[in-house]
C-alpha cells in the first residue's frame, strides 16, 4: 500500500511537470517554433521568400500547399519542383508541423487556435499569429515600405531564422520604440 501511494505521487508530480517544461533533460521544452533544418526546403523555398518554419502552420496547410496544382498557382508564382525535392520538402513539413510537436510552445499554440477542419493557406491567416499582431497599426506594417505585410515575418522578428518571435527580439523598421506606441 505504501510502494503504491508512493507511486501514486510520483506520477502525479512527474506528468505536470513533463508537460509544464523540462523534466530531468528527458522533456526539452522551447517557447518559438524549430528552426529549419531541411536544405532542400531551404533551397527551394527561400529562394523567394523567408523559409517559414513547418510548426507555423499544422499538416493540413501544408498538405494542400505542396499539392501539385498549388505549387503552379503558388500564391501567383510558378513554384512547382521535380517531384522528388517535392516529396522531400513535404514529408519534412509535415514532421515538424505545428500539431506534430510536443517541444515547441508556440507550435502547439498555433495548432490549438486552429479548429479541427481549418487549413490555412497563410500564416497570417493563423488565429494565433492573427491575435498576436491585432493592436499593431496599420502604419507600422503595410504602410511601412521596409515591412509591407505580416507574412515577411524576418522584417521585424530579428530572430526569425532561429524560431524565435518573441516581443524582446522585435525591432519594427522606422519604429524604434514600437512598443510605447502600442496600447
Not at 8 to 13: E, Q, Y
Not at 79 to 97: S, T, W, Y
Not at 161 to 180: E, L, R, S
Request: proline share 7%; aromatic share 8%; net charge neutral.
Amino acid at each position: 500500500m505504501k510502494k503504491l501511494f508512493l507511486l501514486m505521487i510520483a506520477i502525479a508530480i512527474y506528468i505536470p511537470t513533463a508537460m509544464a517544461g523540462d523534466f530531468l533533460g528527458l522533456f526539452p521544452r522551447h517557447k518559438g517554433v524549430k528552426p529549419v533544418s531541411n536544405i532542400t526546403y531551404s533551397q527551394s523555398c527561400a529562394e523567394c521568400h523567408f523559409a517559414y518554419q513547418p510548426g507555423l502552420l499544422p499538416k493540413r496547410s501544408w498538405q494542400k500547399l505542396m499539392e501539385p496544382k498549388q505549387l503552379e498557382d503558388h500564391f501567383g508564382e510558378n513554384a512547382e519542383l521535380p517531384e522528388k525535392d517535392r516529396i522531400a520538402v513535404l514529408q519534412f513539413l509535415l514532421d515538424n508541423a505545428a500539431d506534430t510537436t510536443i517541444r515547441y510552445k508556440r507550435s502547439i499554440k498555433i495548432s490549438r487556435s486552429l479548429a479541427d477542419d481549418e487549413a490555412p493557406l497563410r500564416i497570417t491567416e493563423v488565429p494565433y499569429i492573427k491575435k498576436k499582431h491585432e493592436e499593431i497599426p496599420r502604419k507600422m506594417i503595410q504602410d511601412n515600405r521596409q515591412v509591407r505585410s505580416l507574412s515577411y515575418c524576418n522584417k521585424c522578428h530579428t530572430q526569425a531564422a532561429k524560431g524565435v518571435f518573441d516581443d524582446d527580439t522585435v525591432d519594427i523598421p522606422n519604429f524604434p520604440d514600437w512598443d510605447d506606441l502600442i496600447d
